[in-house]
């Protein structure tokens, strides 16, 4: 008979399920048997030995009875972990939710548990005490769009169903081992935890789940943390809760992209993907995004997609090279400030379709502690007209963003500049040309004297930047 691993409790891990999702179909024995089974031997592997741990699950004589017994009570009272098996019929199931609860109370009394969610099947409304937990989804989707419960009737060849089974008992021996070493060691005695990156992995959509998990499992082999550990409860305002908790703990936003929006509901019109981009850029980490190489954009119907999937941040290669990249952004060492910042201010132009680009230059010259302006957003042409003198007549450099802009745009902009700046007693220290996204870009056939261009057309590149930084630092100093 297997000892519990965690002293203390009598078992390690309660399995609370519907009955109807154990019903063999064509198959000698039932799904919820199978993933037990499964699980029991993988965590045994990974905790070395089959004994290592007492897991908990009843029986169908006990399931006949039509009250909880004092048997399950105590198992309840006497576990750890739990793990919940996730279906229309656990909701449906009155037995299943008293198990639920007894449990819950439990955790309250005691703390330190922990409910482990595997969804069976799709299900589209969690209970409110699942709203924060994450889930190991054991379901995927066909080429037919609709949904296939992974292993059934049974696991065999189901590559995806046994790559849950690891993700679920690699997770639950990291739990088990947690919550072991507070039970055996005083807070005094426990060992600091080694500062590891971490990476947010973003959901993608259910076609690229495979390919998540395949990333997932490099990183950590290559000692890198991953967050979510599983799946976000759907509802956009958990949702987003949820995403903005893992960021603020992230080096860096990692996102699998394929041809599929995913889902945008009415209370989310930009959708999951989306959302989550919208996130990191809102906490401020870098992205590295991916796309297959072979995706044809131009087939791409859904206008905002494919302009994500057109970013200057998607790298479209082979997944195993970009497993490689993700590791290498998150180990390599940020290049250092300069020593001292400058006493320098700047006046970023730029046209309203370029103002993200020009926010970004903002960013880097922030980091060089370089005070900047923006244009005025007035529709009034003198306002407008008064503002660009104002801040060409204060500003030490210059810099004309050229993203989306027009070249006829760039091209007026730049000789008004040049008019204005005539007018100065000392010339400007530092003027450039910021070419942003797209790539393809007119030529302007102009040219002025002393006007550096900054070739930033795949994204900003700070190399770039250092010519300008250096003009305003030697007049400077």
């Known amino acids: 008979m297997s000892m519990s691993f965690i002293p203390g409790y009598k078992h390690d891990i309660f399995v609370s399920y519907a009955h109807v999702d154990d019903l063999p179909l064509g198959a000698e024995i039932g799904w919820v048997t199978n993933l037990v089974g499964c699980l029991k031997t993988r965590l045994a592997q990974m905790l070395g030995r089959s004994d290592a741990y007492s897991l908990w699950m009843d029986n169908e004589e006990l399931r006949k009875r039509k009250k909880t017994t004092p048997q399950i009570i105590d198992a309840l009272r006497e576990t750890a972990t739990i793990i919940i098996v996730l279906s229309p019929g656990y909701l449906a199931s009155e037995w299943c939710q008293r198990e639920k609860d007894n449990f819950l109370e439990f955790v309250k009394q005691r703390g330190g548990s922990r409910v482990f969610i595997v969804e069976r099947e799709k299900v589209e409304n969690h209970p409110q005490e699942f709203s924060d937990l994450g889930v190991f989804r054991f379901w995927g989707v066909r080429q037919d769009g609709k949904t296939r419960i992974l292993g059934s009737p049974t696991p065999a060849g189901d590559q995806a169903f046994y790559d849950r089974i690891d993700d679920l008992a690699a997770e639950l021996k990291e739990e088990l081992c947690s919550l072991k070493r507070e039970a055996t060691q005083s807070p005094l005695e426990l060992p600091l935890k080694t500062e590891q990156p971490t990476v947010f992995l973003a959901q993608p959509t259910d076609d690229l789940e495979l390919e998540r998990n395949n ?31 893992d960021l603020d703990k992230c080096q860096i936003f990692v996102q699998l992209l394929s041809g599929v929006a995913g889902r945008k509901p009415p209370d989310l019109p930009q959708g999951y993907t989306q959302l989550q981009i919208e996130l990191s850029q809102q906490v401020g ?11 044809a954009l131009a087939d791409i119907e859904d206008q905002a997609h494919r302009t994500l999937l057109d970013a200057t ?3 479209a290669e082979k997944i195993e090279d970009f497993k490689r990249e993700i590791v290498k952004r998150v180990f390599e060492k940020p290049a250092p400030l300069p020593e001292e910042h400058l006493n320098a201010f700047v006046f970023v132009d730029m046209e309203t379709p370029d103002r993200p680009l020009a926010e970004a230059v903002c960013n880097v010259l922030d980091e060089y502690g370089v005070d900047y302006s923006l244009p005025t957003q007035n529709d009034d042409p003198a306002e407008y007209r008064h503002d660009l003198e104002h801040n060409l007549s204060l500003c030490d450099g210059l810099i004309v963003v050229y993203g989306a802009s027009t070249k006829s745009w760039v091209r007026r902009q730049l000789l ?20 942003g996204p797209p790539e393809e870009k007119e ?35």
Request: glycine share 4%; hydrophobic share 40%.
């Open 443 to 477: 030529p302007l056939d102009l040219k002025i004297h002393n006007m550096k261009i900054l070739n930033c057309r795949k994204g900003v590149n700070e190399t770039e930047f250092r010519s300008f930084i250096n003009g305003l630092r030697k007049e400077a100093g």
């Open 313 to 315: 941040t998607v790298r």
């Open 285 to 295: 980490i870098p992205v590295l995004q991916w796309r297959r190489p072979t995706l």
């Open 416 to 435: 008004e500049c040049r008019k204005i700046m005539a007018m100065r007693k000392t010339p400007l220290n530092a003027f450039a040309l910021y070419e």
């Open 215 to 245: 990333v997932k499992r490099y990183l950590n082999q290559a000692g890198v943390n991953v967050l979510p550990t599983t799946w976000y409860p759907q509802e956009p305002g958990v949702f987003r809760e949820a995403v903005l908790r």
